[in-house]
Nanobody, 126 residues
Framework: QVQLVDSGGGLVQAGGSLRLSCAAS????????VGWFRQAPGKEREFVVS????????RYADSVKGRFFISRDNAKNAAYLQMNSLKPEDTAVYYC???????????????????WGQGTQVTVSS
């Protein structure tokens, strides 16, 4: 069992940056694939980015490639999402998630993730 706590959201102007953090409890965080998803009002929760256990593989949604960067620090049981060049369409609640299945390839499918953070609101003004 692992608990995830998301933080770092806020209000930012278009073109600005934010760094989200995901703090995990438990000693098995390093064995999980970690992903970030987001959900805008009235829309489905969508994949943003994921990273494998060692941090050597990442997958990005096309909409954030070149602007967002995911990283992790297994020693601190944490993952991060650096978001640059933010756009109003990035406005959403962002969720950290962990895939505990033992999959070594970072997945994009929401159903593959077993644990979820509570979400943190990101609002980008134009």
């Amino acid at each position: 069992q692992v608990q995830l706590v998301d933080s770092g959201g806020g209000l930012v102007q278009a073109g600005g940056s934010l760094r989200l953090s995901c703090a995990a409890s438990g000693r098995t965080f390093s064995s999980y694939v970690v992903g970030w998803f987001r959900q805008a009002p009235g829309k489905e929760r969508e994949f943003v980015v994921s990273i494998n256990q060692s941090g050597t593989m990442r997958r990005y949604a096309d909409s954030v490639k070149g602007r967002f960067f995911i990283s992790r620090d297994n020693a601190k049981n944490a993952a991060y999402l650096q978001m640059n060049s933010l756009k109003p369409e990035d406005t959403a609640v962002y969720y950290c998630a962990a895939d505990a299945s033992g999959n070594y390839f970072p997945t994009t499918r929401r159903d593959d993730y077993d644990y979820w953070g509570q979400g943190t609101q990101v609002t980008v003004s134009s």
